[in-house]
């Protein structure tokens, strides 16, 4: 295996549908309006040399590496900042832009250390290639001041800060601004004296910097640089796989040496992140090699015995013999097994078919059960599927944006990110939270335009009372309604909430919300173009949430807000794959894909599938198989990939639970 870098197209894509058609050195080429030369040139395999553009970014023009002429023209722009045209004739090579490039490469170099055989980024550098692309050979300036004696910052824990080798292309301030939102870097001073400064001149750990790492990974030299790779060096291959810090899902590209991590680095093909992650994504993984991860199998026969280090086999057989002798003498029903929405649709889905064929009962649950249940059966109820409406991307053409019971920008962060792009680009934004999230006033240039401060325990009434001004002020999309949903349910729940009982005023004292600020927020959810609801645990993990649930989505259908991009009720799970492990089948009433395992056609229809007599019962949810345990009924629990006493409520019964069977 080797390192197969991904393509750089240097700007970004163009959504436009318009299409246009160019010839660039001689070749047509068609491409979206909007799209850069640059973009359009590397579509069809030539590269234009580049420094200051890459696709993840918007183009800045700076670096002049990337010239061209077009035949009528004028001078020679920057392919990364003129965009495409009809019949435009490009030329990216001949004498005179190659004079102009080397000219260009000559002044940065003149700049920067010649150390490339000892520098942490050889093989891997931008500058480097480009000088070779160019054809640089030598270097005629001897400037008088330099800035080859800057000081180097080693204060992050994670990259290291090499000012020396800064050409001071701003990718790195404009990721910090444009991908993750924190700005936290700024180019200080002007002419000769500009230079990446994090905050007003402090150290990266002093500033606001989140270390998310957007700026090492956009840094085209090794000024910005992972200290895994100046303490290993280059990695040599990469593996794609999933982050399973959170509920996003990060893809990303695995660099290592052998079956040592060097570095995580955001796969730009990943649906959920797009080449961007957080602190734990991309930093934290250690893990991997820690000295307390356990990489053999072990067993042993009593909870009080030491671990015993086995083969693979041993492991195996003992673990299949001892559920077969527990089931022998306490009943088929007396196992069980827990499955993990950090793992794939693939290992759920056998899992939970091991459990149903194999152990022959239902007794199968997951930690989805604990944190969004309420989201399965409250959108089950209300739209049939038990599954949010929306992808990610969905935020990025919302209008209005409303987050409840959750905080982004912490708990997924870079869904965060996201969000604070789209709210940077003019969406409104209603917050229903008690808490003051970061998303309320804290993250530059964004502040919420309602924050419904209500108090904990309160949900339903506010909901309720978001619905009252929405039927009663006849804010409803009644053609979607009509066309789209149950129209005689629909009546009943729109006589419900028009009650007065159910209006601000009369829920004002409830929720501690003024009823006019809920009046307001009600009437932009409703009128200001694409509104989405957003939430979190804060809704879910609670004695209300089912109908919290219900609620929310009452009020996305009551308005319309539904079946397309930027709308939507969008549930924030707690782990990566929530949503998958629950369509695999993983609660104990029902077969993969929400069907009822009493269902007789569905029933059958399993049994044929897998060659097995399936059980028509309802198995065991998580917290009936500790109370079994604790009754000496449920003596034998197979765990897939989950830390069952840290996820369930009551640490201490599920101690005891465990230690029971």
């Not at 000012?163 to 993750?180: H, L």
Request: aromatic fraction near 6%; charged fraction near 20%.
């Amino acid at each position: 295996m080797s390192i197969n870098k991904e393509q750089d197209f240097g700007t970004p894509a163009s959504t436009a549908l318009e299409q246009v058609t160019l010839e660039i050195d001689g070749f047509k080429v068609t491409a979206p309006v909007g799209t850069s030369i640059m973009r359009a040139a590397a579509s069809i395999g030539i590269d234009i040399p580049k420094l200051c553009a890459t696709d993840s970014i918007e183009p800045f023009g700076s670096c002049r590496l990337c010239v061209v002429q077009i035949e009528g023209g004028r001078g020679m722009p920057a392919s990364c900042t003129t965009p495409v045209a009809e019949g435009l004739k490009v030329v990216t090579q001949n004498q005179k832009l190659a004079e102009v490039r080397r000219g260009v490469m000559e002044l940065y170099i003149s700049d920067h250390p010649l150390d490339c055989l000892t520098c942490s980024a050889n093989g891997d550098c931008e500058l480097q290639d480009m000088a070779g692309a160019v054809g640089l050979r030598e270097v005629r300036y001897n400037p008088v001041e330099t800035h080859l004696h800057a000081v180097k910052d080693e204060s992050n824990p994670y990259f290291s800060f090499d000012p020396s080798k800064c050409i001071v292309c701003s990718r790195c301030v404009r990721a910090c601004e444009e991908t993750q939102g924190t700005f936290a870097l700024t180019i200080d001073g002007r002419g000769f004296d500009s230079k990446v400064s994090p905050s007003q001149n402090e150290a990266f750990m002093d500033s606001e910097c989140v270390s998310c790492g957007a700026c090492v990974q956009a840094c085209p030299t090794a000024t910005l640089m992972e200290k895994s790779v100046i303490d290993h060096g280059q990695p040599e291959h990469a593996i794609v796989t999933t982050c399973a810090y959170c509920g996003v899902g990060c893809s990303f590209r695995a660099e290592m040496k052998g079956e040592q991590v060097i570095r995580m680095v955001p796969n730009k093909d990943g649906k959920a992140n797009h080449g961007h992650s957080c602190v734990k994504g991309r930093f934290a993984f250690g893990y991997a090699t820690h000295k307390d991860r356990i990489t053999k199998p072990m067993i042993r026969a009593s909870i009080k015995d030491a671990w015993q280090e086995v083969s693979w086999e041993v492991a195996i057989n003992h673990a299949a013999s001892e559920l077969k002798r527990i089931q022998a003498r306490y009943g088929k029903d007396a196992i069980g097994g827990i499955t993990s929405s950090r793992c794939t649709n693939e290992e759920v889905y056998i899992m939970q078919k091991l459990i149903r064929a194999g152990f022959g009962n239902n007794n199968v649950d997951t930690c989805a059960r604990v944190c969004h249940s309420p989201t399965g059966y409250g959108l089950k109820q209300t739209f049939g599927e038990s599954s949010g409406t929306q992808d990610f991307d969905s935020v990025m053409k919302a209008d209005v944006i409303l987050v409840m019971g959750a905080n982004p920008t912490d708990g997924h962060p870079v869904f965060g990110s996201m969000m604070k792009k789209r709210l940077r680009q003019g969406a409104k934004l209603i917050v229903i939270d008690p808490r003051e999230i970061d998303l309320v006033n804290k993250s530059p240039h964004i502040q919420a335009d309602f924050h419904l401060k209500l108090r904990p325990g309160t949900n339903v009434a506010l909901i309720s009372a978001l619905a009252h001004v929405i039927v009663t002020e006849q804010l409803m999309d009644d053609n979607f309604v009509n066309e789209r949903c149950d129209v005689v349910s629909f009546d009943k729940w729109k006589i419900f909430v028009a009650q007065e009982h159910c209006s601000p005023e009369a829920t004002a004292s409830i929720t501690g919300v003024p009823a006019e600020e809920m009046r307001a927020a009600a009437r932009l959810y409703a009128t200001a173009g694409n509104a989405a609801i957003y939430y979190g645990l804060g809704v879910t993990e609670h004695s209300q949430g089912s109908t919290t649930v219900i609620g929310i989505a009452n009020l996305a259908m009551a308005t319309g807000n539904l079946g397309r991009d930027g709308v939507g009720v969008n549930p924030l799970r707690g782990q990566n794959n929530v949503q998958g492990s629950c369509d695999m089948g993983s609660f104990p009433h029902e077969f993969p894909g929400y069907r009822h395992v009493s269902d007789e056609q569905t029933h059958r229809l399993f049994e044929d599938a897998w060659q097995a007599e399936l059980s028509w019962e309802p198995g065991l949810r998580i917290p009936n198989m500790f109370d079994a345990a604790m009754d000496k009924s449920f003596m034998g629990l197979y765990c897939e990939g989950e830390d069952i006493a840290q996820s369930d409520p009551d640490i201490q019964h599920v101690h005891a639970a465990l230690r029971a069977m």
